[in-house]
């Protein structure tokens, strides 16, 4: 595995903007609801089995482990008949074995007692012992229990198993030591599991615990009871119901709404803290929740003789049924649908609350299907899409059915409304088939009003959105064929269409760390936690198609601002890297839109610092106005950034470093970018020194011979600039133009360094060249007898070429300079002396001006410095070279970025011939081209062209030191590009670019 994961992902803490009261976020902790297929799972699985519809069931077998006749039913328990099996100890010690009993069956017989529901829950029997901490053993790790075997979810022939846990352990032992805290018993109460189905789409096996520790008074006996009844509409099979919530928006809860508040609901509502609020008869069924069983168990012709005493539910109730659509016709899913009738009493207009129903769209449709992100299987090696059928006709249906009328009504004109659910209502008090992340609905809301209807009406109302977001599909890529990241490293995308994830491919070096994100944007294009719940996926170019992703976020919205999914990955070697977005769901809808994006830091320019610190350039993509610079660890003052460039000042150090690490971070979103490799103070670790030209053999003592290094990178060919070299005689003595030994050069834009090296002595003498890194390379030579004057340069100059050129003698007596002596300067033909006397200086060397040239290829011109009144002499040789073969190099100016109300530092270049002596006279042309500057090219669609504000041309001849300056095109203060290109001879060309950004 090429990439590796960088840093820890944790989950940005939920926000909502529903006012529900905050002691109860945890009303449901024990009333929930898990599934083992086949298995005894008492834990771990509640956050992965998928709510389906509010007034209606909590499962609908799937296109996996269920059999394919059962796809898209609802699971419930095969005829209606549940049978339960008590525990044989007290539950607690007011509160017997028999009085508990009565409690259950009390609980048991409100549901069995709906007229119109084919259910019939009584006790079976006993299980073979008093369940209790003594018999139950906690598995660790949060990983359930093991009860005894009468009570597991493979004892099917006991389907149902009450434990009366009088002191709490067999709670504790399953959901964690504190679990059953009897200061918590509003939520603490009963925990309930259904933890075994069949693949015929049959609950037959579940589990209810009822908390000891909660029956200790009578209030609280009353809870248990409230609780108890709850416990068995999950058994049955009911999912959660949001009704009647808009009353809680503003804390204003009404009689007539506390009274039609199911039983069902996610939230409890027996009472608040202050006993204010009570829901009435909160053992008494609501309309919503008769509705519910109806639904799941209804009688009828076929079934109707095993339910003689029971009433045909179709008959004697309504449905109302239809499908919400995006504007393209997809279905529209997690939609709550509320039907209220209007009272007649008040002018028909009022929606009396008391006889409320909901539904949920697209209940039926799976909402757990695989993705390429997750992969086929879930945290416990279930195949996703278990629950729901992929029938995509259900994708937006819904189902009101075995409504009643109202009481004491014949019939009834409804208000059928569509409204989102609570995004607080997930996991395991989770409604509708979103229980993981709540989606907030598309378009306006919409009301009409049917009827009046009578018992045994069934019609269908469908909703279309028609200010929905479109299902314009983004150009996104496919997993064989991933498209770009952009110019910038930021693009739009959609998830459009069921199972759709969106593939995207950059090319990354080694040793870089990324982040990609990932913001779910609501329909004004801000970040939300209420549309897509986006996954990221990262792979190296090299893994299969079809494979899982190296890397993976488990969890969408881990990132610092709402609605923002994020992951880091490191890469080892230079690679092409693909990234998928999928949701969390496997989902996909016409405004599952998402803002993409890819922090990336490729390169940073220079690549090596003096150890002054200075001006650097970060390329990459995906920077932000206000990202932060790191270098080694301490802050870069950042000057300017562009979506792909950065430029920061980076600090001084005290010492050669080595390389560091260079980390962007955006302030806002926490996400990073970091080069690991490719900046030093000084050398780098794998940079390498060689010697160019130096001393050899037996030198003349006290002239001075230069030795110049080059300095290159790991791949033995790129030159390394700012690079300290230090020279020092390690054997013998000798002189160095630096005065002290040991001394420094720092190399030039060609990775170049030069000392003057004279030898002292006669014996053998070494001077090393050494890197910061350990790398050197040494020149060894011995000293002769001195002359009395020397040449200390020579000049390269292009054949047809003439320029000025200073050579400079040194006077030596017995190796020790001499300041005060006359020279005489003569030239030959080509070397013209414009002065012919001089006196040395301090440092015994004199000079004088020469025009030298023009020569023709392969001759040599001569320049002679004598001693005035003697004969011994130096001569000076201009070498004609040729210029065809010349080559560029930078030396400073190149890769600026800067602001528009910056002025660009001149360019300066170097021309070399071809064994790399500077060339003097070598003609070089310079073209400028400045357009507007530009962001980076879109993803999709043709890449404008910048506007082309003027051009320029010049030209310039090197001077003796082969180096030639060139001026920047003015921008005037305009944010502007300005390309430039500079040629020589038949083969030299240097190309760069100066920007000047807003």
């Known amino acids: ?122 006790q079976g029997g006993s299980l073979g012992e008093d369940v209790s901490g003594s018999n139950v053993t906690a598995n660790g790790n949060n990983n359930g229990a093991t009860l005894p075997t009468d009570a597991q979810s493979s004892t099917t022939s006991k389907p149902v198993a009450v434990v009366f846990d009088a002191d709490g352990s067999v709670i504790n032992a399953i959901e964690g030591a504190g679990s059953s805290d009897a200061s918590s018993c509003t939520t603490d109460g009963v925990y309930t599991t259904v933890d075994n189905f069949s693949a015929t789409g049959n609950i037959v096996h579940a589990l209810i615990v009822v908390n000891g520790l909660c029956a200790t008074s009578s209030a609280l006996d009353g809870l248990l009871q409230y609780q108890l009844v709850r416990a068995f509409g999950r058994v049955l099979g009911l999912d959660w119901s949001q009704v009647n919530e808009a009353m809680w928006l ?151 059915s075995g409504v009643p009328l109202p009481a004491g009504s014949t019939s009834a004109t409804y208000q059928l409304s569509i409204e989102p659910i609570n995004p607080l209502y997930t996991g395991v008090q989770g409604v509708g088939p979103y229980a993981a992340n709540q989606v907030t609905p598309s378009g306006t809301l919409q009301t009409v009003t049917l009827g009046p209807l009578s018992a045994g009406a069934n019609i269908s109302q469908n909703f279309t959105m028609s200010d929905s977001a479109d299902g314009t599909q983004t150009d996104d890529g496919l997993e064989a064929s991933p498209n770009g990241t952009g110019g910038n490293g930021e693009w739009l995308a959609k998830l459009v269409g069921y199972g759709h994830a969106g593939w995207f491919q950059f090319h990354a070096r080694a040793n870089r760390i990324f982040t990609v994100e990932a913001s779910s944007l609501d329909a004004s294009g801000l970040g939300t936690e209420g549309k897509a719940a986006v996954l990221i996926g990262v792979w190296d170019g090299v893994d299969a198609l ?59 320019f220079p690549a090596r610092l003096p150890l002054a610190g200075g001006s650097i350039v970060i390329h990459g993509q995906g920077f932000r106005p206000g990202a932060s610079v790191l270098v080694n660890g301490a802050a870069a003052a950042v000057t300017s950034v562009t979506p792909t460039e950065i430029t920061a000042a980076a600090p001084a150090v005290s010492a050669p470093t080595g390389t560091v690490l260079v980390t962007v971070q955006d302030p806002q979103t926490l996400g990073t970018a970091q080069i690991l490799d490719g900046l030093s103070y000084d050398a780098q670790g794998t940079d390498a020194v060689r010697l160019v030209a130096g001393p050899s053999g037996s030198l003349s003592e006290g002239v001075p011979v230069a030795m110049t290094v080059q300095v290159v990178a790991a791949d033995g060919k790129t030159p390394a600039a700012n690079v300290t070299v230090t020279y020092a005689v390690t ?155 010349a080559a560029l190099v930078p030396v400073s100016g190149v890769g600026q970025s800067l602001a528009a109300a910056g002025i660009a530092m001149p360019v300066t270049v170097e021309v070399i011939d071809g064994v790399g002596h500077p060339l003097a006279g070598a003609m070089v042309n310079f073209y400028q081209q400045m357009t507007a500057w530009e962001p980076p090219c879109p993803m999709q669609g043709r890449c404008p062209a910048a506007p082309l504000l003027g051009t320029a041309s010049s030209t310039a001849v090197s001077d003796a030191n082969g180096l030639v300056t060139l001026a920047p095109m003015a921008n005037n203060g305009q944010a502007v590009t300005i390309s430039m290109l500079a040629t020589t001879g038949q083969q030299g060309t240097l190309q760069w670019s100066i920007t000047q950004h807003p």
């Open 250 to 400: 503003n804390n204003s809860p009404t009689t007539d709404g506390l009274t039609g508040w199911p039983v069902m609901h996610p939230m409890e509502r027996l009472c608040s803290d202050s006993s204010t609020n009570c829901l009435p008869n909160p053992t008494t069924l609501r309309t919503d929740d008769i509705a519910g069983l109806n639904q799941l168990y209804p009688v009828t012709t076929a079934n109707s003789s095993s339910w003689s005493s029971k009433t045909l539910t179709a008959p004697a109730t309504i449905t109302v049924q239809g499908v919400i659509s995006f504007r393209n016709g997809q279905g529209m899913q997690g939609v709550n649908v509320v039907l209220t009738p209007l009272d007649a009493t008040a002018n028909g207009n009022t929606p009396d609350l008391r006889y409320t129903v909901s539904a949920v769209s697209g209940a039926y449709f799976r909402a757990d299907a695989a993705n390429v992100v997750a992969g086929p299987v879930d945290a416990q090696g279930n195949l996703y899409g278990r629950f729901g059928t992929d029938d995509a006709t259900k994708e937006g249906y819904f189902i009101l």
């Open 731 to 885: 054997a013998g003595s000798a002189g160095l133009s630096c005065a002290v030994n040991p001394c420094t050069a720092t190399t030039n834009g060609n990775g170049m360094a030069t000392v003057m090296v004279s030898a002292a002595t006669s014996s053998a003498t070494q001077v090393t060249a050494s890197l910061a890194n350990g790398a050197s390379v040494i020149a060894e030579f011995d000293g002769g007898t001195p002359p009395s004057i020397a040449a200390t340069n020579t000049l390269y100059l292009a054949i047809g070429s003439q320029i000025s050129w200073t050579p400079v003698a040194i006077i030596l007596n017995n190796g020790k300079t001499v300041q005060g002596t006359a020279v005489q300067w003569s030239g030959s033909a080509g070397a013209q002396v414009v002065t012919a006397a001089s006196t040395s200086n301090a440092a015994g060397l004199a000079s004088t001006t020469v025009t030298a040239g023009p020569l023709a290829a392969g001759s040599t011109a001569n320049v002679y410095a004598c001693e005035a009144g003697s004969s011994p002499c130096a001569t000076f040789t201009i070498n004609a070279d040729h210029a065809e073969l």
């Open 546 to 604: 079809g494979s899982l992703p190296a890397l993976a976020s488990t969890v969408p919205f881990n990132g610092a601002q709402v609605g923002l999914s994020t992951l880091s990955a490191q890469t080892e070697v230079d690679e092409e890297v693909r990234i998928a977005y999928a949701d969390l769901r496997g989902d996909g809808r016409p405004d599952y839109s998402y803002r993409a994006r890819l922090l990336y830091a490729d390169s940073v």
């Open 1 to 122: 595995m090429e990439l590796q994961r960088a840093g820890k992902l944790c989950r940005a803490a939920a926000t909502g903007a529903w006012a529900m009261r905050s002691n109860k976020s945890r009303s449901c902790k024990h009333l929930q609801v898990r599934v083992a297929i086949g298995i005894l799972l008492l834990a771990g699985i509640a956050g992965l089995v998928r709510s389906a519809e509010a007034s209606g069931p909590h499962w609908v077998a799937g296109v996996n482990y269920f059999n394919p006749a059962a796809k898209g039913a609802p699971v419930v328990w095969a005829g209606g008949k549940v049978s339960y099996y008590l525990d044989q100890g007290a539950l607690s010690g007011s509160v017997s074995n028999s009085q508990a009993a009565s409690m259950v069956a009390a609980a048991a017989s409100v549901w069995s007692s709906v007229p119109t529901a084919a259910v019939a829950i009584t």
